[in-house]
């Protein structure tokens, strides 16, 4: 499932589960890779998340320090519910990106 290695999150080879949470800390990083049909959810400041060849999944965060980077990705869906001041998709087909009020003033994708 997830797992916690010095300051890094790692979710890997997981698919079909709507039901991964992670407790994320300011000094923290998320790596989330080989994820299918399922929904990743961070709870508290983080300090940068990794999406890396993920297909038809969801990530829901609430504040992001640094950057949340998109690569190798179909169908990915990422919801801000706070702060996030850089999104970046690349070589990704299929994108959705939902900002609440604040993300949206201060987000730069």
């Given at each position: 499932?997830?797992?916690?290695e010095?300051?890094?999150w ?8 709507n039901?991964?949470?992670?407790e994320g800390?300011?000094?923290q ?7 299918k049909?399922s ?7 983080i ?7 993920t ?7 609430d ?6 980077e ?6 990915i ?18 994108a ?11 987000a730069?994708?």
């Amino acid at each position: 499932m997830a797992r916690l290695e010095n300051n890094k999150w790692f979710v890997e080879n997981i698919n079909g589960n709507n039901e991964i949470k992670i407790e994320g800390k300011p000094n923290q990083g998320l790596f989330i890779c080989k994820v299918k049909q399922s929904v990743v959810t961070i709870c508290g400041k983080i300090n940068t998340i990794v999406v890396d060849n993920t297909e038809a999944t969801g990530v829901i965060f609430d504040d992001v320090i640094s950057t949340v980077e998109v690569i190798n990705s179909k169908k990915i869906q990422l919801q801000a519910n706070g702060a996030v001041p850089a999104i970046s998709v690349d070589k990704t087909a299929g994108a959705t990106i939902y900002l609440q009020t604040a993300a949206s003033q201060s987000a730069s994708i």
